[in-house]
């Protein structure tokens, strides 16, 4: 006797169609779960890096405003990594800008060799504009 | 229906794989942010409680409670505010002035170790309804602390700045204070160092000439 439409059960076709959909969504979920890691770790690569980079700048503040990249510690994994400072001079009766920036290679992007700059500024009185008139 | 099932049971395989690593993926990432979010708080603390350290007046207190740095503790007076559950009106939290020590304590096996923040309230003849003393024991994702201290050098010497694993001079704050934070997940053995330069802004740099452990 021929089984109605509700008892036939599924079809190889609809089980197939059904199976990847399923894949497509998982598949998509673990990309989202790879995405959400390498952001997380950029995050922290990040953090490393202003840890770094407040130090080199309260040593450089402390050194007489001579960078020294001897000085800093790179944080540890990070890859080609480049310390570079700069010093803006004043004009008359202003501040002085001096900016330590920390470039470096990140492991964790989804592009390849992308570089990562994380750049640290602070501002001083020169010596006219801290002296009374 | 063996090439229905066969055909599902790959597929159904394949799906538990992806899941499985995105599963374990998942759980390094909270993992790690986890080593991150201690060392973060751990830093925090430290900054407020040494940005608000101070130098007692000349006398017995002076003497008592000076700035101790060592390379595994340091304990100094500081600032604190306290919330005051019997105060009927604003202002709820009271400035007061207490002593805290980070003390980095080292079982005899090595197993428990665990960095420690203890406060006491120099309180010397009120009755507070608040504590006066107090321990905060913090997560047990530390497995070292290392504190070292900011030196000046001589004129001309290099480094400029020179750090030392001991503070030499008691009767003033330091200018700076290192730490260094190893932190390690207990289940995934992932380590990671956190290093912070703490600048105290009323703070002075030491002289190097007492310096006798001297690292560039």
């Not at chain 1, 969504?25 to 997380?40: E, I």
């Not at chain 2, 101790?68 to 202002?91: N, T, V």
Request: glycine share 6%; proline share 6%.
């Amino acid at each position: 006797m021929p089984r109605s439409r509700a008892e036939a059960g599924f079809v190889l076709f609809e089980v197939l169609v059904s199976t990847a959909v399923l894949s497509a969504g998982c598949l998509v979920v673990v990309a989202a779960l790879s995405t959400a890691m390498k952001a997380s770790r950029t995050l922290q690569d990040r953090y490393r890096a202003a840890l770094a980079v407040e130090d080199a700048v309260w040593t450089t503040d402390n050194s007489g405003g001579n960078f020294d990249a001897l000085q800093v510690s790179t944080p540890d994994g990070f890859q080609n990594a480049d310390w570079s400072a700069q010093q803006t001079a004043a004009p008359a009766g202003g501040l002085s800008q001096s900016s330590v920036t920390l470039r470096w290679t990140s492991p964790n992007s989804t592009r390849d060799n992308h570089q990562e700059e994380f750049t640290l500024s602070t501002y001083n009185a020169t010596n006219d504009s801290a002296s009374p008139n | 229906m063996l090439l229905a099932l066969g055909l599902s049971a790959v597929i159904l395989s394949a799906i538990y794989s992806l899941l499985f690593v995105g599963a374990r993926n998942w759980r390094r990432v909270r993992q790690r942010a986890e080593i991150f979010q201690t060392g973060r708080i751990v830093l925090e603390r430290l900054e407020s409680d040494l940005q608000n350290a101070l130098v007692l007046s000349k006398g017995q207190l002076h003497n008592q409670f000076p700035f101790k740095g060592e390379a595994s503790s340091l304990s100094f007076p500081a600032m604190m505010s306290m919330i005051d559950p019997q105060a009927a009106q604003a202002p709820y939290e009271q400035p007061v002035v207490g002593v805290v020590t980070y003390a980095w304590n080292q079982s005899a096996s090595g197993q428990a170790s665990s960095l420690e923040r203890d406060w006491t309230l120099l309180i010397p003849d009120e009755s507070p309804s608040y504590e006066t003393t107090g321990k905060d024991v913090f997560p047990p994702l530390i497995s070292s602390v290392t504190f070292s201290y900011a030196y000046r050098n001589a004129p001309g010497g290099y480094p400029a700045v020179v750090w030392s694993g001991q503070w030499h001079q008691p009767e003033r704050i330091p200018g700076a204070v290192r730490v260094s934070l190893v932190l390690t997940h207990p289940d995934s053995g992932e380590q990671v160092t956190l290093s912070k330069t703490i600048p105290i802004f009323h703070g002075l740099l030491g002289d190097a000439a007492w310096v006798a452990d001297v690292k560039p």
